[in-house]
Nanobody, 118 residues
Framework: QVQLVESGGGLAQRGGSLRLSCAASGIIFSINSMGWYRQTPGKERELVADITSEGTTNYADSVKGRFTISNDNAKNTVSLQMDSLKAEDTAVYYC????????????WGKGTLVTVSS
C-alpha cells in the first residue's frame, strides 16, 4: 500500500506565497510522476501541475509563471511553490502520484486547503 501525505497550505493574502509538499511512502518500486490537483465545491478536480521522474513538468495555463513544481526522487517527494496567489487559487489541493508497487496505480493524498484572501 502507498500513502501520500501532504503538508503546507493554509491562509495567504492575495499576492502572497505558499508552499505545498507531499511525501510518498509504503511499498514503492518506482514513481512515474507526481503532481498536484485542486478542487472547489461544485467543480471537477483539475490538474495544477505535475512532474515526471525525469523532470518533465506540465502546468495548467492558469498557474504558469506563478507556480513551480519540483521533486526529489530519492525522497519520493514533490513540492509546489505557489507565488503571486490569487483569490481564484483558493481550493483543496490534492497530491497525486503514479506509482509502480506490485502494479502500476494512481494514488491520492487526503487534500490540504489553500485559502487566498482578497
Amino acid at each position: 500500500q502507498v500513502q501520500l501525505v501532504e503538508s503546507g497550505g493554509g491562509l495567504a493574502q492575495r499576492g502572497g506565497s505558499l508552499r505545498l509538499s507531499c511525501a510518498a511512502s509504503g511499498i514503492i518500486f518506482s514513481i512515474n510522476s507526481m503532481g498536484w490537483y485542486r478542487q472547489t465545491p461544485g467543480k471537477e478536480r483539475e490538474l495544477v501541475a505535475d512532474i515526471t521522474s525525469e523532470g518533465t513538468t506540465n502546468y495548467a495555463d492558469s498557474v504558469k509563471g506563478r507556480f513551480t513544481i519540483s521533486n526529489d526522487n530519492a525522497k519520493n517527494t514533490v513540492s509546489l511553490q505557489m507565488d503571486s496567489l490569487k483569490a481564484e487559487d483558493t481550493a483543496v489541493y490534492y497530491c497525486h502520484a503514479v506509482v509502480r508497487a506490485l502494479y502500476l496505480a494512481d494514488y491520492w493524498g487526503k487534500g490540504t486547503l489553500v485559502t487566498v484572501s482578497s
